[in-house]
């Protein structure tokens, strides 16, 4: 049971470039968010799946795309990186919330290190 | 203001100490509390949920104050293994949590 894994760990890239994060769980957790994480701000939300096929705006979408063609995958764009997008990128998973009960635990990846130059 | 807050720190103490953080959100219709300990390039890891009439793990207690809007951490008999950042973090109802930017524990010999 690896949990959550990230791919890759570190990255550097050109300002224009395009890369592709790929963040994968074994829980069958239905959702799945993606985060980055910069100093003195705490994590914000970039995006979020509720489920396979379906995903949706957080904090801080503008740059990033996302997709989720598989339950246990969920993939993280950026078209055309720019120096500001330089940060640590944490992808979390969890199970379904249920109707009137609390929110459920997030399990997180080890992160993604990514500069852009 | 931000959603949730919380003091930077560092909070330097020594070994045995008992230390505690406060974090104070901005929606009173926040439902959930949560602090999650993160360990220097680590990711976040639950440390434990805040319930209402607050709750004990070990060292660890957190209580909620919801007329006052914020929630605390206290720590007992610090251990030089709880030196990390520790997020404070808050569901307000929406899809996703609210992270604090977290407060970084320094625990000295």
């Known amino acids: 049971n690896a949990g959550v894994t990230q791919t890759p760990k570190f990255r550097v890239l050109k300002t224009g470039q395009s890369m592709t994060l790929l963040c994968a769980q074994d829980?069958?957790?239905?959702?799945m968010y993606w985060y980055r994480q910069d100093p003195g701000m705490g994590l914000r939300l970039i995006h979020y799946?509720?489920?396979?096929?379906?995903?949706a705006k957080g904090e801080v979408p503008d740059g990033y795309n996302v997709s989720r063609l598989k339950k246990q995958n969920f993939l993280l764009g950026l078209e055309s990186a720019a120096p500001s997008q330089t940060s640590v990128y944490f992808c979390?998973?969890?199970?379904?919330?249920?109707?009137?009960?609390?929110?459920?635990?997030?399990?997180f990846g080890p992160g993604t290190r990514l500069t852009v130059l | 203001r931000k959603e949730v807050e919380q003091d930077p720190g560092p909070f330097n103490v020594p070994e045995g100490a008992t230390v505690a953080f406060n974090c104070t959100y901005s929606?009173?219709?926040?439902?959930?509390f949560f602090w999650y300990r993160q360990d220097c390039r680590k990711e976040p890891k639950l440390l434990m949920s805040?319930?209402?009439s607050g709750n004990e793990d070990g060292r660890f207690t957190a209580q909620l104050n919801r007329a006052s809007q914020y929630i605390s951490l206290l720590i007992r008999d610090s251990k030089l293994s709880d030196s990390a950042t520790y997020l404070c973090?808050?569901?307000?109802?929406?899809?996703?949590?609210?992270f604090g930017s977290g407060t970084r524990l320094q625990v000295q010999p």
């Open positions: 979390a998973s969890s199970y379904r919330r249920l109707q009137g009960a609390g929110y459920n635990e997030q399990f």
């Open positions: 799946s509720v489920g396979e096929g379906t995903t």
């Open positions: 829980m069958n957790h239905e959702y």
């Open positions: 805040v319930y209402s």
């Open positions: 929606n009173s219709a926040s439902q959930s």
């Open positions: 973090v808050v569901h307000t109802g929406r899809r996703a949590l609210t």
